[in-house]
């Protein structure tokens, strides 16, 4: 008999049975679903996050309980592997495979399989960090979880609540023998903010910078940490917290933080809001970041992952230029990314552009071709990445460099490296990178949205009986399937100055994305409509035809 079917023969074996009613699907961003159906899918990830740990000979992963920004009554789980990154894809179809096993008979069944597949000696030790966001589901499906690993006899060790990007950071932490940084809180805090007071300490002159923020926590784990967070930040920046309540789990994500703020193009409820103040809203497990304001006529001003990065990528660049070193950069965005932040970044900027299909780890997958890469998806998820060379290069060039102005930017690489959490996008850390440019620039965020005009556009979705039968190409940005869609969107948009559409189906909702952009707002929402109304026709649209 197999060592893996003799665990689930062994009389303490506990079984949560799959009740069958919801077919499941590792997407891009892990499983995700009402927390009520996900008791033995939580088991079975502790299983097989005990065994992707074995498989890459006892190097620690992990796994991160969470539905992001999704309503609270919903909880989800994310495999994180060892440098911090996302599950590799191949493991994902096991994770989908084993969420919708029938029973343990076919569990074990597709574990055995998995472990001749790879070979998987019994002999490793799975070594396993958990979190989990503040969801009230999350600690009995962190109970699963654990029931799952011990399975396997795991070392796990529990971070509680804690936000994504934190729990990614301690995972490379640790399989870097600490040369990342120490795998707890203290130390994140630390060293991203020590970075950061660093830099601040060169800025002489703020101008029109203001070091006061209105932050939106989104009643979630990102307010939770903010507030540990200040006692490092001492002053340097004044943080007024607001959507703060994580006692009451029904407010998690409602109207409030960046899917909202990016979604519905308007302010949070839960805070009130003044003239030319800086808001930032952060999502429910604290890895999105966008930033907003409004005029004095109560003018609504977005200031989005396509602006992030643009601020980042146009500083970085200064700096590289100015160390002398012969290193590249490069940014990657999205089809949802606005034409008018890819056009401003090739020509203004003349920053190389990628486009990449949705999800984090495209984006961050591309980026590492670039000796400095720049990913932002436009929704606020994205960081930046240094090939470990550069690292090593920007470090031992600030040892021995005597020119007083290259020194400086040296210096402020390497403040900007230290401050970043290069695993995966992290709101702490990104809100961190944005005040130093903002600070070295001397900018308000009236005159960073001055910077470029966004094209107007308009975000639309649309029912249909089986979104599985459309597929897309060149990054989403065609339609392969339906047969003539394509051909349809092309004349519609053809009507349309300066005017791009595209669609999508979604990898976390049941629905099709439109996307359209055009001269005007009047014309992109005329655009966007008619997009959904040739799918609608064509692919059994579900309920009213958009109108
Ligand atoms: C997930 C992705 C996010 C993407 C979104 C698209 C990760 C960690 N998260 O939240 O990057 O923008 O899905 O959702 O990859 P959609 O497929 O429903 O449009
Ligand atoms: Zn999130």
Redesign the pocket.
């Known amino acids: 008999m197999s060592w893996i079917k003799s665990i689930f023969n062994e009389s303490n074996f506990i079984s949560y049975p799959n009740p069958g009613s919801i077919v499941f699907q590792y997407g891009?961003?892990g499983i995700r679903c009402k927390a009520d159906y996900l008791d033995h899918v939580m088991h079975r990830m502790g299983m097989l996050v005990a065994l992707r740990s074995m498989c890459l000979k006892s190097a620690r992963v992990g796994l991160m309980i969470t539905a992001?920004h999704n309503a609270h009554e919903d909880n989800g789980v994310k495999l994180i592997d060892p440098q911090g990154e996302?599950l590799e894809s191949s493991w994902e179809v096991l994770a989908t495979e084993l969420s919708n096993a029938i029973d343990d008979q076919h569990v074990s069944t597709v574990l055995t399989s998995l472990v001749s597949k790879y070979n998987i000696d019994s002999s490793y030790i799975p070594k396993v960090y958990v979190g989990r966001d503040t969801r009230y589901s999350g600690k009995k499906l962190l109970d699963a979880v654990i029931v799952g690993m011990k399975q396997f006899n795991s070392d796990f060790e529990d971070f509680g609540v804690i936000t994504t990007p934190m729990l990614h950071f301690f995972v490379r932490c640790y399989n870097t023998n600490c040369l990342y940084g120490q795998p707890n809180e203290q130390s994140y805090f630390n060293k991203l903010t020590t970075a950061f007071k660093d830099m601040r300490n060169m800025c002489t002159d703020y101008k029109n910078y203001n070091t006061v923020i209105e932050f939106d926590g989104a009643n979630g784990v990102g307010a939770l940490k903010m507030k540990d967070a200040l006692s490092y930040l001492d002053n340097t920046l004044i943080i007024n917290m607001h959507n703060d309540e994580v006692s009451s789990s029904e407010k998690l994500n409602s109207k409030c933080g960046a899917d909202f703020v990016k979604s519905n193009q308007c302010p949070p409820t839960g805070l009130s809001i003044k003239p030319n103040a800086k808001y930032i809203s952060v999502d429910g497990d604290a890895?999105r970041i966008i930033y907003f304001f409004v005029d004095e006529s109560n003018k609504f001003y977005l200031l989005d992952g396509d602006r992030i990065a643009t601020l980042v990528a146009g500083y970085v660049k200064e700096q590289i230029i100015a160390s002398g070193l012969d290193v590249n950069i490069g940014l990657v965005q999205t089809a949802y990314s606005n034409g008018n932040s890819t056009n401003f970044v090739s020509n203004t900027l003349k920053v190389p552009v990628a486009c990449v299909p949705?999800?984090?780890?495209h984006l961050h997958h591309k980026a590492q071709d670039y000796d400095i890469g720049v990913y932002f998806?436009a929704?606020g998820?994205g960081t930046l990445i240094f090939k470990e060379s550069i690292r090593n290069l920007i470090r031992k060039e600030a040892s021995k460099q005597k020119d007083e102005s290259k020194l400086i930017a040296l210096k402020k690489l390497i403040c900007i490296m230290d401050m970043t959490n290069e695993t995966v996008g992290d709101a702490y850390s990104d809100m961190l990178i944005v005040e130093t440019v903002l600070c070295e620039r001397g900018w308000s965020l009236n005159d960073w949205y001055n910077t470029y005009a966004d094209l107007p556009n308009r975000l639309m979705k649309v029912t249909v009986k089986d979104r599985n039968t459309f597929s897309t190409g060149d990054a989403e940005r065609i339609c392969i399937r339906p047969l003539g869609l394509q051909d349809k969107i092309n004349s519609i948009v053809a009507n349309y100055p300066m005017a791009r559409s595209f669609v999508r189906p979604?990898?976390?909702?049941d629905v099709v994305?439109v996307y359209a952009e055009a001269d005007t707002q009047v014309h992109a929402d005329k655009l966007a409509v008619e997009v959904a109304a040739v799918i609608y026709d064509m692919a059994d649209g579900v309920g009213k035809r958009p109108s």
């Open positions: 891009t961003s992001s996302m890895d949705t999800g984090v780890k998806e929704n998820h979604s990898g976390t909702e994305r």
